[in-house]
């Protein structure tokens, strides 16, 4: 599986900001989460979605201001982030694992296929 992200940038507070995911090799099984990596600080879960069962979960600091979809089609993976706060800046990455279990989607132990980052900045 190999992921390509993108449609980071520099937004100010209040903003909406898309990011994309282009996933490759991708099957029925395959979960696809977005992590994200301030300065200084250790990688943190900020959404994941099941292909096949269509499941979402999401981390704490974004539950209600981001939300997670997938286009089949286009194998795609989107994550719509409204609201933006300065402490949202950071690199966020996709990954992918497979056969992975609803509990286990926040874990970034279970994703074995990563993207390249792109920067969100979020600043007035």
């Known amino acids: 599986v190999q992921l390509q992200a993108s449609g980071g940038g520099l937004v100010q507070p209040g903003d909406s900001l898309t990011l994309s995911c282009v996933v490759s090799g991708r099957t029925y099984s395959t979960t696809v989460g977005w992590f994200r990596q301030a300065p200084g600080k250790e990688r943190e879960f900020v959404s994941a979605?099941?292909?096949?069962?269509?499941?979402?979960i999401y981390g704490g600091s974004v539950k209600g201001r981001f939300s997670i979809s997938k286009d089949s089609a286009k194998n795609t993976v989107y994550l719509q982030m409204n609201s933006l706060k300065p402490e949202d800046t950071a690199v966020y990455y996709c990954?992918?694992?497979?056969?992975?279990?609803?509990?286990?989607?926040?874990?970034?132990?279970?994703?074995?296929?990563w993207g390249q980052g792109t920067q969100v900045t979020v600043s007035s």
């Open positions: 990954a992918a694992g497979e056969r992975l279990i609803v509990s286990s989607m926040n874990n970034e132990i279970h994703y074995k296929n």
């Open positions: 979605i099941r292909w096949g069962q269509g499941n979402t």
